[in-house]
Nanobody
């Protein structure tokens, strides 16, 4: 499984970005897919995930304006980010789990993309 992220970039505080992640396999067969991020000198954190029952789960700090969605016919996962703040600056990674449903909850997804950088600054 290969995952390729795009859509990162530089934006001013309050701005929006939409990240995309294209998979080379049928994401409809996944247990879950998600977005994680890692800022310098911080641990990686799961921002949002979308489970195969269409349940969406967000990290508490990101409920304000992040929306995760997927388009199965395009094998693409999205993360729409609104009202971005400087603390949202990080490398954002797409992830997918096809083998162990427990990994949807512990963040240890089986497959990861290489990441796309998001920088929020004035």
């Amino acid at each position: 499984v290969q995952l390729g992220e795009s859509g990162g970039g530089s934006v001013q505080p309050g701005g929006s970005l939409t990240l995309s992640c294209v998979a080379n396999t049928l994401i409809a067969n996944s247990y879950c897919m998600g977005w994680s991020r890692q800022a310098p000198v911080k641990e990686r954190e799961v921002v949002a995930r979308l489970q195969n029952d269409r349940t969406t789960i967000y990290a508490d700090s990101d409920k304000r304006g992040f929306i995760i969605s997927q388009e199965n016919r395009k094998n693409t996962l999205y993360l729409k980010m609104n009202d971005l703040k400087s603390e949202d600056t990080a490398m954002y990674y797409c992830a997918a789990e096809f083998g162990d449903y427990d990994h949807c909850f512990d963040g240890n997804f089986m497959h990861w993309g290489h990441g796309t950088q998001v920088t929020v600054s004035s």
